[in-house]
Structure formats: C-alpha cells, structure tokens
C-alpha cells in the first residue's frame, strides 16, 4: 500500500470524542455515531472472543464495506461482524497461530516466523495464544507475564523456543529467600589478582524465565526493573550489558496466594503482555500424552530440533517491524483507548503512556506476521486486552460488584470509533 494511498484528513471528518458513561447511574456509554453521519446502529469496534484455548476458531474472510460500515485495506484479516454474534459483549482474544499461519501476503517476518512455528510445534503442543503472545512480544523488545497453573509446559516450551532461535536459556526459581544478587550476580573476591571482580547471575542470559515471580519480595522484583527496561544490571557502579535479544518470560499463580507477593505496578508495567494460558483441549492433551508415551527419550528429541534463526536475524527482522507503518488516525485510536482508562469510573487507576507504546510496537509487529507492511485497527484490538489487563485497576465498587477487567475493558473500547483508514 503506498503513501499516497492513505486517505487525507480532510476527506475524513474527525472523530467523535468517546463518551463516558455516568459514575452515578451506571449506564452503559452511548453508541458513537458512524462517521459519515448516518443513523442506525453502528459496527461495535469489537471484534467477538475467540472460544476458549484450543478450541477451533479462525478469522474470517475480509468483510465487505457493506457488511459491517467499516473500510480498511483489502486483504486484512478480518474478524467476524461483533453485532452478528451473540458473543459480541465478551472479551476479544489473542490471535491464533493458525490465523497468522493462513494470511495469504508473502514476506521475510512472515517466512521466519511460520519457521519458528512449524519447528515449535514438534515438541510443544498447543497453547497458541502463549505462543504467538510471546513471539510478538520478543520481536517487540517487550516482556511477557503468564498467569497460569502449573504443569502447562512453560519451561519446556522457553527451552524449545531458545533451541529453535538459537539463544541462550536461563531460568530461576523465585522465592521468599532469593536475593536480589542472586538474581544479577555479585563480586567475588579473587585470589589471584587480589581484588574483587563480577560473576554474572543467571539473569545474563537471551530467554530468562522467572518461574513463580511473585513468590519473593518486592526488593528481589526490583533488581529486575533496570533489567527490564535497560537491558542492563549495575553493580558497585559499574553496568554490565546483556545480550539481545533478551526475553523475561515471568509465571504466576493464579489460585494459590499463600506466601506471595503482588508485584508493584512498577514491575507490571514492565510487561509488554499478561496472557492467562489454561489447560489444553482433549485432543492437545492425548497429543501431549502420545509424544510423551513412545519409546523416545524427550530430552534427545528436544536436541534434535534445529536453530531456524540466529540473534542477528532476530534483531534485523525486530528492526524491520519498527519500520511497519501507522496511520496518524490509528496512532490517535491507541492514544484515546489509553487515555479513556484514566477517566472510565470502574477504573481507580488508569493505563500508562507506556501502554499505548506497547501497543503501538506490539500492532506492528502482528502486522508484519500477518505479512503486511502497515497497521490495521484490527491489530490494535486483537492485542488490547493483553497489554492493557495488567495495566489497569479496578475501582473498590466494581470489585464489589464482581466486575472482570476484561469484561470491563471491552465496555471501553466499544465507546471508542474505529477509524476509517
């Protein structure tokens, strides 16, 4: 799509602004009007909740104009009509390997990462939202947080993705004792020369996962923060560089809160994406169980798959998704979803502009999976939900209520328009 084909402001009218609903009476916000004026019930901006994990889901076809009100370029995907389906009030999910796998548009993302995939899943089944999250997230230079339970191959998986990519795998084990020291490393006194010099922790690695990261203390989560964000770690006043790229993959769980600790809002903000991974569907699971029932040792099958990229590789194409184009209409979309959450009443606390900066990096690089060189509102939707869940938190009378962050986040977007790009 060339630069001339994106249409002027000045044939578009601006957007309305996106209505709030009252605190007081606790109505829903109002229906936007369409852009070109005319009445009748507009296209939700929402597109409907893929089903849960495993089940068979994938995006539709590209809708006509006629379908739905809504222009976009032709050949994006497209998800169903959400005022065509009783599902359209529930929350949006991540979007499939299988709809990524299936766009039609040719490029070199979109040929590394169906490689990725295909020798991904030779060891790992299923889970295609934790795969798909975490492969955005790492060419994204962003980080990822799994609420899950446990036994749902989250270290198998980090040691079959840092196999398949060539990079180095590193894990720790959080907790109540860890130090933060232990997780950066620390001087140690050498004989020889007399002085001190610095051994690296396990945190000087490519993959890094922090398994049950709020089972230590706050003190131990902040070692991380540097880390995170510069992809640094000082110590006695000298920095230390990690290599890139570099991933934290951090898991918590969600049913048992005996001995945690909530991890600052600090320290959430620093995750790219929270994506909630549940247990496998009947067929994944007797997949699971035949792979691990044959005669074959797992750790030599797990050797045996082969690096279908290198880190020099994953930093060009990182920097090719960076150049992935957006429309100034859809920068300004990203920009009221995250302002909204500071004024919406169900929320006490609103998103970050790091937010809607991960979102932003985040849509360009589903983009360049799907094979496009540009943006589409749809990327910014698919991906809403996880960049924003644990971004945002609930007033004291929607935890009364029993309100769901999700459920609640989707009530949002909904008041915003969709821009006509």
């Not at 620390?186 to 004989?191: E, G, H, Q, V």
């Not at 002085?195 to 922090?210: C, E, I, N, S």
């Not at 959450?341 to 985040?362: E, K, V, Y």
Request: glycine residues 6%; negative net charge; proline residues 9%.
């Amino acid at each position: 799509m060339s630069e001339s084909s994106w249409p002027s402001d000045a044939a578009t009218p601006a957007p309305a602004e996106p209505t709030v609903p009252d605190a007081t009476s606790g109505g829903s916000p109002a229906a936007p009007v369409p852009p070109d004026g005319t009445a009748g019930a507009p296209r939700s901006t929402v597109p409907p909740v893929l089903p849960a994990h495993g089940a068979v889901n994938a995006l539709s076809p590209p809708m006509s104009p006629a379908a739905d009100g809504f222009v976009s370029e032709p050949g994006a995907p497209r998800l169903a009509n959400a005022a065509s389906t009783a599902e359209a009030a529930v929350a949006p999910n991540m979007p499939r390997l299988g709809d990524a796998l299936a766009a039609e548009v040719a490029s070199p993302t979109k040929e590394l990462f169906d490689r990725i995939v295909a020798e991904v899943r030779k060891i790992y089944v299923g889970q295609e939202e934790l795969v798909l999250g975490t492969l955005v997230a790492l060419f994204s230079g962003g980080h990822v947080l799994i609420e899950s339970v446990p036994g749902l191959g989250k270290t198998l998986f980090v040691r079959t993705l840092g196999r398949v990519m060539g990079l180095k795998f590193g894990r720790i084990q959080f907790t109540a004792d860890l130090m933060p020291s232990d997780v950066t490393g620390s001087p140690i006194f050498d004989a020889k020369t007399q002085d001190f010099r610095f051994r690296p922790g396990p945190v000087f690695t490519q993959l890094l996962l922090a398994d049950e990261i709020n089972r230590s203390p706050a003190k131990t989560h902040a070692a991380l923060l540097e880390i995170m964000q510069e992809y640094r770690v000082t110590v006695d006043n000298a920095s230390h560089r990690l290599d890139r790229p570099f991933l934290v993959l951090a898991t918590q769980n969600p049913i048992e809160s005996e001995g945690t600790y909530n991890l600052p809002e600090a320290q959430l903000d620093r995750f790219m994406f929270k994506i909630r991974a549940d247990y496998p569907t009947a067929e994944e699971e007797d997949e699971i169980l035949r792979m691990h029932g044959e005669e074959v040792d797992f750790d030599a099958r797990l050797e045996d798959l082969t690096a279908v990229t290198s880190s020099a590789e994953i930093l060009d194409t990182a920097d090719a998704c960076r150049r992935v184009r957006l429309d100034p209409k859809l920068l300004n979309y990203i920009s009221r979803i995250v302002r909204l959450t500071r004024q919406w009443p169900q929320f006490h606390l609103g998103a970050s502009p790091r937010a809607g900066i991960s979102l932003l990096q985040a849509a360009r690089t589903l983009a360049a999976f799907y094979g496009r060189d540009y943006a589409v509102p749809d990327d910014v939707q698919q991906l809403m939900l996880p960049a924003l869940r644990h971004r945002v938190m609930l007033s004291a009378e929607a935890e009364v209520e029993g309100r769901d962050v999700d459920d609640v986040l989707n009530e949002l977007v909904r008041s915003v328009e969709v821009p006509r790009l």
